[in-house]
């Protein structure tokens, strides 16, 4: 299984953007989790989506991010909306065989490049 994470890029604050993890090697079996690691700071979870599309969230971003799979693309969405500082990070997208979905990084077999999202006026 390979993962591309694509979509990062600088915004204002309060702007949006949308994160694609294209996958390869992949099956609508798979969880996959969206993952941000900023400067100095632990990578944390951010969402995640079961196979049969249960999405999970962070609580700061709750209400502001979505996460979506187009299963037929092979593809994970992170729509990012009303943007804040505190989110520029580099994100990474991660996947793994298994039931539900983890906001933590121990289940995630593959992972792949993070995407930098700045967010700054």
């Known amino acids: 299984v390979q993962l591309q994470a694509s979509g990062g890029g600088l915004v204002q604050p309060g702007g949006s953007l949308r994160l694609s993890c294209a996958a390869s090697?992949?099956?609508?079996?798979?969880?996959v989790g969206w993952f941000r690691q900023a400067p100095g700071k632990e990578r944390e979870g951010v969402s995640c989506?079961?196979?049969?599309?249960?999405?999970r969230y962070e609580d700061s971003v709750t209400g502001r991010f979505a996460i979506s799979r187009d299963n037929a693309k092979n593809t994970v969405y992170l729509q990012m909306s009303n943007l804040k500082p505190e989110d520029t990070a580099v994100y990474f997208c991660?996947?793994?065989?298994?039931?539900?979905?983890?906001?933590?990084?121990?289940?995630?077999?593959?992972w792949g490049q993070g995407t930098l999202v700045t967010v700054s006026s």
């Open positions: 090697g992949f099956t609508s079996a798979y969880a």
């Open positions: 991660a996947a793994y065989s298994g039931f539900g979905c983890s906001m933590i990084q121990l289940p995630y077999e593959y």
């Open positions: 989506i079961s196979s049969d599309s249960d999405a």
